[in-house]
């Protein structure tokens, strides 16, 4: 298990106009050749944008690209004719294919937080598509076959444990509270990137939320 801070990560954004961004993966001109995915992720994000702030229209291809929001509402548009908004509880994926261009804004009067996180497809191309579940539950994990990847939920009280998914690879976030995993002990932004993941727990220390990947070894 490789455990990486929330303080590890590297910082992005324009704070000036109002976007604050922390990398988990090499991004950008952060370039890390001995950083650059944990099976089939390769970029785990944590954004933050004022009232009024967002990512103007920009173009993504060949990734899946799977967005949980934590506080406020993430407006999306992208060049499919897809318009949404996606609130807290809300699991948001587009399938970016062959090309798709979207547009990233915060249009509410409060501060928006989300977590994006972006996988590699097993096959390059294809048509885009998109999806938007709304109030995922606990029990329900979100299947991206096309990363050969499933995203389980965790919402947990102080005291409460639960197991994590066995997997080739298996990646945790930590959007809020503390848990301990394995011996260790992880905070908000924290992350574990854990190879053939077997019979492990978290245990809650305060009232938490998790994002765990499930998966599956490659060819």
């Not at 993504?60 to 949404?84: A, Q």
């Not at 996606?86 to 294919?97: I, T």
């Not at 090309?99 to 885009?128: C, I, K, S, Y």
């Amino acid at each position: 298990m490789d455990v990486r801070r929330a303080a590890e990560r590297y910082e992005g954004g324009e704070a000036a106009a109002g976007i604050e961004s922390r990398h988990a993966f090499s991004f950008g001109p952060h370039y890390d050749p001995d950083n650059l995915r944990f099976g089939a992720v390769i970029a785990c994000n944590e954004e933050r944008l004022a009232p009024g702030a967002g990512f103007d229209e920009h173009p993504h291809s060949h990734t899946e690209i799977v967005t949980w929001v934590v506080e406020g509402e993430l407006t999306h548009r992208d060049s499919t004719g897809h318009e949404t908004v996606v609130r807290r509880g809300d699991v948001q994926r587009l399938s970016s294919a062959g090309g798709v261009r979207h547009v990233e804004r915060n249009d509410g009067t409060v501060p928006l937080t989300f977590v994006q996180m972006w996988l590699a497809p097993l096959e390059p191309g294809g048509d885009p598509c998109y999806e938007i579940v709304h109030g995922i539950a606990d029990s329900t994990p979100y299947a991206v076959p096309e990363a050969a990847a499933m995203l389980h939920v965790r919402r947990l009280s102080a005291g409460e444990r639960t197991a994590v998914p066995d997997g080739a690879y298996v990646y945790v976030h930590v959007v809020r509270g503390e848990v301990r995993l394995g011996g260790e002990r992880l905070g908000p932004g924290d992350a574990a990137r854990i190879t053939d993941a077997k019979d492990l727990e978290a245990a809650a220390e305060t009232d938490a939320e998790l994002l765990a990947w499930e998966m599956a070894a490659r060819a």
